[in-house]
């Protein structure tokens, strides 16, 4: 399952997170969070969270054209929309 390795690979260190998002993984994580699978779903979303420990990175999905940042009652969230 690549859900769960993508999470394993970024839980591991900051290196492999960088790795990930030089190499598409931030495309390939939103793929895999609008999955049908619950599974899926989470060690994305997971993967997504352990990016997001890295400022550097954290600029990186900011700018990513398909994750709009959503302001709701003075609190951000992360709003995946699929770009066609």
């Known amino acids: 399952m690549a859900a769960f ?6 839980a591991a260190s900051d290196e492999n997170k960088f790795l990930i ?7 390939v994580l939103i793929s895999l969070s609008l999955s049908d699978d619950a599974s899926t779903q989470e060690y994305a979303a997971e ?3 352990e990016l997001l420990t890295v400022p550097e990175i954290q600029v990186c999905i900011l700018q ?3 994750i709009q940042i ?3 009652d003075g609190r951000q969230r992360l709003q995946h ?3 066609e």
């Open 70 to 72: 959503c302001a709701c």
């Open 21 to 27: 998002v030089a190499e598409g993984g931030l495309d």
């Open 64 to 66: 990513c054209d398909e």
């Open 47 to 49: 993967t997504l969270a």
């Open 5 to 10: 390795e993508l999470a394993s690979m970024a």
């Open 81 to 83: 929309i699929l770009v």
